[in-house]
């Protein structure tokens, strides 16, 4: 992860804090391309962290659908306005 990808990262885990849900970083060894953070805010939502620039890989890609098939919440948040943006719709739905 890049340095600023860590900044949308930081932001984010400062952001659900705020609204008093957790955040936890996903490390998964034995599965790559998994989502960068775990949510739980009402619920449990694997999140992506991008920067404005930044795009998810065929792998990532992958990973967010089979997720999804499972029924998990995935969500990819670009820069601080998509972490405003999440943190938005979980607070407002």
């Known amino acids: 992860m890049g340095q600023r990808e860590n900044k ?3 932001y984010l885990k400062k952001e659900v804090t705020r609204i008093g849900g957790l955040s936890r970083k996903w490390v998964s060894p034995q599965h790559a391309f998994v989502p960068d953070q775990i949510v739980i805010f009402e619920g449990v ?5 991008k ?6 890989s065929s792998g990532q890609l992958r ?3 089979r997720l999804k ?3 998990a919440n995935v969500v990819t948040v670009t820069g601080k306005s998509g ?4 943190i938005r719709a979980l607070t407002d739905g």
């Open 63 to 65: 990973e967010a659908v």
């Open 45 to 49: 939502w694997f999140v992506e962290v």
């Open 83 to 86: 972490v405003d943006a999440f």
């Open 51 to 56: 920067t404005h620039d930044g795009k998810s």
């Open 8 to 10: 949308v990262e930081t």
């Open 69 to 71: 098939e499972h029924g």
